[in-house]
T-cell receptor
Framework: DGGITQSPKYLFRKEGQNVTLSCEQN?????MYWYRQDPGQGLRLIYY???????QKGDIAEGYSVSREKKESFPLTVTSAQKNPTAFYLC?????????????FGPGTRLTVL | AQSVTQLDSQVPVFEEAPVELRCNYS??????LFWYVQYPNQGLQLLLK??????LVKGINGFEAEFNKSQTSFHLRKPSVHISDTAEYFC?????????????FGTGTRLKVLA
């Protein structure tokens, strides 16, 4: 079955550490997205990529970095510069050039800073 | 800039009662509208979407939504809810002419179905 996988499901980080969240899709989608979810704030866009080797900052990119070396993969690194990284992180994908299409979401990674 | 407003952060309702979750968007141009559901500690799943044509859209799990262009609204309804409908619901909008292909999400409405 096609879909999006995110790993790990739960992640604990000490202050000052960088961590990388994995996102893989086998839907053959060109566009991929990372969102951060906090209670009462909905989904906020961190980064998005419309094609391999290209990505754009979203609304809250500070303290985060991404890469898009393969169509299937869009890992997110939460750096030590992110002051409040504890949140639920969601990866999504969609077809490029198809604005009528919905996004497909992974199951999420819950990051907790200790 | 495009925005989506979900005025109700929480909606409690008794089982088998009807429910309406409100969504308003700001746009003077054509938009595509989506409703997603999120169960605890899971990703979002598409419930339904409006692209064009009939203003009444039917989705999964007995949900439907009505697009109202003059009111810039896309409210979600279900005539009789079940305990299993307890979840968070998100409205989202996308502008086909925006060029960025970004989806704009509301802040969500937490539906709590009471026995």
């Amino acid at each position: 079955d096609g879909g999006i996988t995110q790993s790990p499901k739960y992640l604990f980080r000490k202050e000052g550490q960088n961590v990388t969240l994995s996102c893989e899709q086998n839907l053959n989608h060109d566009a991929m997205y990372w969102y951060r979810q906090d209670p009462g704030q909905g989904l906020r866009l961190i980064y998005y990529s419309q094609i391999v080797n290209d990505f754009q900052k979203g609304d809250i990119a500070e303290g985060y970095s991404v890469s898009r070396e393969k169509k299937e993969s869009f890992p997110l690194t939460v750096t030590s510069a992110q002051k409040n990284p504890t949140a639920f992180y969601l990866c999504a994908s969609s077809r490029q050039g198809a604005p009528r299409d919905e996004q497909f979401f992974g199951p999420g990674t819950r990051l907790t800073v200790l | 800039a495009q925005s989506v407003t979900q005025l109700d952060s929480q909606v409690p309702v008794f089982e088998e009662a009807p429910v309406e979750l409100r969504c308003n968007y700001s746009s003077s141009v054509s938009v595509y509208l989506f409703w997603y559901v999120q169960y605890p500690n899971q990703g979002l799943q598409l419930l339904l979407k409006y692209l064009s044509g009939s203003t009444l859209v039917k989705g999964i799990n007995g949900f439907e939504a009505e697009f109202n262009k003059s009111q810039t609204s896309f409210h979600l309804r279900k005539p009789s809810v079940h305990i299993s409908d307890t979840a968070e619901y998100f409205c989202a909008v996308r502008s086909p002419g925006s060029g960025t292909y970004k989806y704009i999400f509301g802040t969500g409405t937490r539906l709590k179905v009471l026995a």
